[in-house]
């Protein structure tokens, strides 16, 4: 089993563009273009680009899969529900990266992790189908024991644990959130699994997630595209970089002082 608990003091950013296309949808036509969103958050400082494409096609579509992987120089990494559906478009275009998350048709964005505890019968021939692609697995999940044990029992070599409850959460709960995530990611890096986290984050909760010495990457979107509104998305990704880079810079000579 390798080490994934030796601390890099680098967090990935990977920049989810979905809602660039939720703009371009609302009136049709091609603009904004998620490509060329792709293309600015990789000057900006994104180490990966994230793209969910749902089954009711409300933001990315099937051709936005297929440009984002030909035409991107960056990782891109497909969300995608458990289906077999999705799992063709995936095994079609080979993305770098596949994080399966729960879907429901009526939800406005992801609620909560997945249940790979639970749902191992069906996960287990999509996540072998995948790696045997060379795609790398992901499984979006809450900071919870059971999940992580599954995971590793799907042989999924990565976990997102979902971190929507503490971005929402206040005071002592979201310190009690806090501190869930961080016994996640520190379990999950003792099991060998590369953990990311990701989902709500936005300028003032990035911190505390990005301080978390086993995380690899933290994947972030609609916060970055809603402040794109007021000052760009050049802007806007380049704040959350500093932020995610100075958190890691304190915690990194905490570990070395």
Do not use: W
Not at 123 to 147: H, N, T, Y
């Amino acid at each position: 089993m390798s080490n994934k608990n030796d601390f890099t003091s680098y967090l990935r950013l990977g920049v989810n563009i979905d809602h660039v296309a939720t703009i371009r949808n609302a009136r049709g036509g091609n603009h904004p273009d998620p490509l060329r969103a792709a293309h600015m958050a990789a000057k900006a400082g994104a180490d990966g680009i994230t793209a969910h494409l749902r089954e009711d096609r409300r933001h990315m579509t099937d051709g936005d899969i297929e440009r984002l992987r030909g035409e991107i120089d960056l990782p891109l990494n497909l969300e995608m529900a458990a289906t077999d559906e999705m799992l063709e478009i995936a095994l079609k275009h080979s993305p770098n990266a596949a994080c399966i998350v729960p879907e429901k048709r009526e939800e406005r964005t992801t609620e909560g992790g997945l249940d790979a505890a639970g749902g191992h019968t069906h996960l287990a021939p999509i996540v072998g189908a995948m790696r045997d692609q060379g795609i790398r697995v992901s499984l979006f999940i809450e900071a919870d024991r059971k999940q992580l044990d599954a995971a590793v029992l799907l042989g999924a070599p990565v976990v997102e644990i979902h971190t929507g409850a503490y971005c929402d959460a206040v005071g002592p709960a979201r310190e009690a959130e806090l501190v869930r995530i961080q016994e996640a990611a520190a379990y999950g890096a003792e099991l060998g699994l590369e953990v990311h986290a990701g989902h709500g984050l936005g300028f003032d909760t990035v911190g505390a997630i990005a301080e978390i010495p086993q995380l690899a990457e933290l994947n972030i979107g609609h916060f970055l595209i809603g402040e794109a509104i007021f000052g760009g998305l050049d802007s806007s990704i380049k704040r959350m970089r500093s932020l995610m880079d100075k958190a890691r810079a304190e915690v990194s000579g905490e570990r070395t002082a």
